[in-house]
Structures are given as C-alpha cells and as structure tokens.
C-alpha cells in the first residue's frame, strides 16, 4: 500500500478500532503484568536512569547464568503506558536465560519523540552497566520504532554499548514517521517535516551489521505491514517476517512463551 491510496490517516493508524476487545487486552495486560511482577523473586524495580520520574526500569533475573542482556521496550505512540503493563512479557527470555530489562520513559506532548529517543539510548546505557555479555534490544509499535533508533548511524549509544548489540527485534515498529504527521496525533507529536526524517530509521543507514528483524502480525493494518516491509527492504542486514493471523495487539504475546518463533528470534544467534 502507497501513501497514495490513503485517504483517512487517522484510520490507517488507528489498531484498536479494528481489533475486537481491544480494551480487555489493556486490561489483561495490566493485570498480568502485575501479577509476574509480584511472583517473580529475582527482581530489581524502578532502578533509576534519568532525572525525571518516569525515567525508571524494572529488571529481571533469569534462575541461572544470565546469557546476556535483553531490553523491551514498550509501545503506546509514545504517549501512552509505562513500564507497569508489560512485565509478564520478560517471561520467554528469562526462561531462555536472559535477563530482561523494560523501561518507562516521558510521554507525549510533554516531550518530543526525539527526547524518549534519547531516554531509551540512556536506559539502555544504564542497563548495560548493570549486565554483562551481549545485549538484544526488541520494542513494539512505538518501542519498535525505538530500537530500531538505537542502531541508526547516528546512535546516541556509545561505540562500548553498540558492539555488544548482536540483534533488534522490532516488532509491528514504526519505520517512517512522515505519515504520522498527517494524522491527529500530530497535534500531541508537534513533528515538523525535518523532525519526522531526523526519527525515521528506515530513512537513515543502519550503524553497522548488526541483525534486525522486522517482525509484524499478518493481520495487522496495511500500514504496520508497509512500515515494517519498509525497514527490511532499507537496511541490508533486515528481514521481514510475517507472523500468521496476529494483530497488532497479540503479536507480541510470543515473547511470554520460551518456545515460541518471536522469543526464538530475539534469544537464539
């Protein structure tokens, strides 16, 4: 689909208008969120990264040796939830041995797209810190657009923190924000034209070789599938897959199981 045949932005955008139930899958997640953070021992909570009061990550520990270091970073369009929501989604790479970091970080309008870049980039800094060995970065929607940010050529992470980076799952991301300018939440994004490229991965090279997947449900809207198709056709190190049947709200409920292609994907070399 071209930008050509779109009329109605705002519904080109809009996922839980087309999703059925898409409220009980907030709530679900909520509350499932909650329950891992409570069950889980091996755990260390609002571990401070910026100034603000958002700027905050939860971190848990694998039962064994940890194999590395594993961020997600949720989604929202960057003006919605916080770290709360996404807890039980570190289930599939603690199980493989990871472990897994999910940070808050300030919301639109009271910051600009470029500023969360930047509060990820200092998340993930900080999170390195903490964990040795490599480190494997994924993020849905707005998450994914900000992982994928992490390896562009201009990276706000240091030369030590991006040669431990061996792979970026982003997953349903947002690749070209210029569309986005053209929708109702612009009014919250304030995007200018030069701003919207400045944030666009797939409108900048990669830093390095470093494997990225563009991981998105088949029965997501047309414009998540061309965003993410998008990506994988820009960056030579990038691949599309298409994960049969999952909307933009259950295609990344794979990363709650360790056996699953999308944990696979994000764990495995």
Not at 43 to 71: C, M, N, T, W
Not at 168 to 185: E, F, N
């Amino acid at each position: 689909m071209t930008e050509m045949t779109i009329t109605d932005w705002d519904d080109a955008y809009a996922n839980a208008a087309h999703i059925p139930g898409a409220e009980d899958y907030i709530a679900r997640w909520e509350s499932d969120s909650a329950t891992f953070r409570k069950s889980w021992m091996k755990k260390d909570i609002d571990v401070v990264y910026g100034e603000g009061a958002r700027h905050r990550f939860d971190v848990f520990h694998p039962e064994g040796k940890s194999r590395g270091l594993a961020v997600f970073v949720h989604g929202g369009y960057w003006m919605r939830f916080d770290k709360s929501y996404w807890s039980h989604f570190a289930t599939g790479p603690l199980a493989r041995g990871w472990t897994t970091c999910l940070p808050s970080y300030d919301l639109a309008p009271d910051v600009s797209i470029a500023d969360i870049t930047r509060q990820i980039a200092k998340a993930i800094t900080k999170a390195a810190s903490r964990v040795d060995g490599p480190i494997r970065l994924t993020g849905h929607s707005a998450g994914g657009h900000l992982v994928s940010r992490m390896v562009c050529e201009d990276s706000l992470l240091a030369p030590e923190v991006l040669e431990r980076i061996e792979k970026v799952v982003s997953i349903s991301g947002l690749h070209d924000l210029r569309p986005l300018r053209k929708t109702k939440m612009n009014e919250s994004f304030g995007m200018s034209e030069e701003e919207a490229v400045a944030e666009s991965p797939a409108l900048k090279k990669p830093v390095g070789p470093c494997p990225v997947v563009a991981w998105v449900g088949g029965a997501e809207r047309p414009e998540f599938l061309r965003q993410s198709k998008l990506l994988a056709e820009a960056w030579p190190a990038a691949s599309y897959h298409e994960d049969p049947d999952r909307h933009h709200f259950d295609v990344i409920d794979g990363l709650k199981d360790p056996g699953s292609g999308l944990t696979s994907v994000l764990v495995e070399t």
